[in-house]
Nanobody, 120 residues
Framework: VQLQAFGGGLVQAGGSLRLSCAAS????????MGWYRQDPGKQREMVAD???????KYAESVKGRFSISRDNANNTVYLQMNSLKPEDTAVYYC???????????????WGQGTEVTVSS
């Protein structure tokens, strides 16, 4: 199983970016999907997540600016980031809880990270 994240880049403050993350491999079911971010020297923090039940959760710092969505048919999760601020600069990681065909349990997987830099 692989998670591949795309869409990071350099953007000016106030701009927008859309991140995507696709899960591939011998996947039976994807349960949890979410986005996290990490600054060097800081702990990784949850940005937004999306459960299979349909509920979403956002970090207080991104509420009203970021929006998470999911394409269950393609095991893909997106993060639309608007009104970006310099403090949003970080490496963004996607995470998913995946059950493979030959397994009876879910396991957490992380994407490789995509860098977002917001200039002031």
């Amino acid at each position: 199983v692989q998670l591949q994240a795309f869409g990071g880049g350099l953007v000016q403050a106030g701009g927008s970016l859309r991140l995507s993350c696709a899960a591939s491999g011998r996947i039976f079911r994807v349960n949890y999907m979410g986005w996290y971010r990490q600054d060097p020297g800081k702990q990784r923090e949850m940005v937004a997540d999306f459960t299979s039940g349909g509920s979403t959760k956002y970090a207080e710092s991104v509420k009203g600016r970021f929006s998470i969505s999911r394409d269950n048919a393609n095991n893909t999760v997106y993060l639309q980031m608007n009104s970006l601020k310099p403090e949003d600069t970080a490496v963004y990681y996607c995470k998913a809880a995946i059950r493979q065909f030959f397994s009876d349990s879910f396991r957490d997987y992380w994407g490789q990270g995509t860098e977002v830099t917001v200039s002031s």
